[in-house]
């Protein structure tokens, strides 16, 4: 960062320490601290990408800062008492109902509260300092999001302790109301197969098989995250609506970037009916491609591209046309 | 072009207003994706990071913009557990939303910082912190030195 955005930075941080501490006098967050704290956040930011950062953007980043969650977390995480029992007064009943709707019983929310709390004030002490749980918070959203994210990773981490030989993704697929519906390794159905020559079929099933792979891969992440908040983490329209209901959500925006309704109504509220036309516009490329890759890459005629879907939707039924491809999880999330 | 209800595996009844035409070869291609895409086998190996809470918190929330996003979204294609989360944390979100804000303890004016922290660090530690009687000592002293000011007033009057 040059001098002069470097400037910059201070001068629009000073301001926002300014009016934190006219909101709460009391937590004896010094300059310096506050300044450290969001320095290192915009360093963070700086390295995300390449591009170079302008004084907009750093505005604009600054801008979005929960300063004033950011300021008593800082205090809590040096231990000042006033922003304690300022944090315990606002945010412990919430904290309360948040991990009385993930655990399975009353003592468990007991428990977990406690532990969250104990994770909060920070009983580890590294070179002679406290570590508080506070300091990972950077006031890039709110603090009750966050304690909500650290509760839930609570929760799983609390899980993982008496489930040592379940893996990660079995594991979260049972905690929470989004049970996943992922259960593919069913008996395969003992359907007619005379219809057509097995060796055909199984030509066909691999042929298929690698255009909805290929064609899935073609899509941009943005497109790829919406179709497997739907199919695989089962989210419903409500719940993507409500994900991309901030008008600076990176998905929406993706979308809204690529669609003529952003002109007429760009800060509207996203309705189900707009993640469904997302939706659409994905199942459609992908469609594209699939049919594309069938004919150029398999050589398969009109009539053979034909086959190939209905055998893949009569397999549907039997939930056997992917069962070869249900590979292990990956290493890395199993073992973390 | 056919006119049929969209989505349609079991999962979701859309409103009227979201009934659309649908190609049946579109159709087709849902539900092959969607077998697809549940046996896992789009998954791709993960770097054996996640995602910490801050960044996850604040992409539910739709805080972050587009030059920290990119990566975020692009690991949470690749990493079932950071993308689950992320599916927890919204129907968290939207539930809670539904519901009337939190509302503060009656007595939450009357209580005693003392007590409140008291609370947290017996919680925390099992009994209560030093620095906690330290502030109760501070508290009495405050409260003592108070009254002594008082009793001076009044011995002047």
Not at chain 2, 46 to 52: F, K, N, T
Not at chain 2, 109 to 136: M, N, P, Q, R, Y
């Amino acid at each position: 960062m040059n001098d002069a955005l470097q400037t910059h930075c201070d001068s629009v941080i000073g301001q926002m320490f300014e009016r934190c501490h006219e909101n709460a006098p009391n937590f004896g967050v010094t300059s310096d601290c506050f300044s450290r704290s969001l320095n290192g956040t915009l360093e963070r930011f700086k390295k995300s990408s390449s591009d170079d950062l302008a004084e907009k953007d750093v505005t604009d980043f600054l801008g979005q800062i929960q300063a004033d969650d950011l300021f008593m977390a800082i205090a809590c995480a040096n231990g000042n008492e006033r922003a304690w029992w300022d944090f315990d007064q606002q945010h412990r009943a919430y904290m309360e109902r948040v991990a009385r709707h993930l655990a399975r019983t009353e003592m468990d929310a007991t428990d977990i509260v406690d532990a969250v709390y104990e994770q909060l004030y920070g009983t580890r002490i590294v070179d002679g300092e406290r570590v508080s749980k506070f300091a990972t918070y950077s006031g890039r959203g709110s603090i009750r999001g966050w304690l909500r994210t650290v509760i839930w990773h609570s929760l799983v981490d609390r899980h993982r302790a008496g489930h040592d030989e379940v893996s990660l993704d079995e594991m979260t697929e049972n905690v929470g109301e989004g049970g996943a519906h992922a259960n593919f390794a069913e008996k395969p159905s003992g359907g007619d197969e005379t219809m057509v020559d097995q060796i055909a079929r199984d030509r066909y099933r691999k042929a298929t098989v690698t255009a909805i792979q290929n064609a899935f891969n073609t899509l941009e992440d943005h497109e790829k995250l919406i179709l497997l908040y739907y199919h695989v983490e089962n989210l419903k329209l409500r719940e993507i609506s409500r994900l991309v209901e901030s008008e600076d959500s990176p998905l929406r925006a993706w979308f809204q970037r690529r669609s003529a309704t952003r002109e007429n109504n760009p800060a509207g509220r996203i309705h189900e009916s707009t993640v469904m036309r997302w939706l659409e516009k994905c199942y459609a490329k992908v469609l594209q491609s699939f049919r594309s890759q069938l004919i150029s890459e398999s050589g398969l005629s009109e009539a053979e591209i034909a086959i190939c879907t209905q055998l893949a939707t009569q397999d549907l039924a039997g939930n056997s046309f992917f069962n070869n491809l249900n590979v292990s999880r990956s290493a890395a999330e199993v073992s973390n | 072009m056919n006119h049929i209800r969209r989505l349609t595996f079991g999962r979701e009844i859309p409103n009227m207003e979201n009934e659309i035409k649908l190609d049946p070869q579109e159709l087709q291609i849902q539900g092959i994706l969607d077998r697809y895409l549940t046996s896992g086998s789009n998954r791709s190996a993960a770097d054996g990071r996640h995602i910490d809470d801050d960044s996850l918190s604040a992409f539910v929330e739709g805080t972050l913009n587009r030059r920290e996003s990119d990566s975020i979204v692009t690991h949470l294609v690749d990493c079932g557990f950071c993308r689950h989360t992320t599916s927890e944390l919204v129907r968290l979100d939207l539930a809670f939303a539904e519901e009337a804000p939190a509302q503060i303890a009656a007595n939450a004016e009357h209580s005693k910082i003392s007590d409140v922290l008291s609370g947290i660090f017996s919680k925390i530690f099992g009994t209560t912190d030093g620095a906690v009687f330290a502030h109760e000592e501070k508290e009495k002293e405050k409260e003592e030195n108070e009254r002594a000011v008082g009793d001076e007033k009044i011995e002047k009057e």
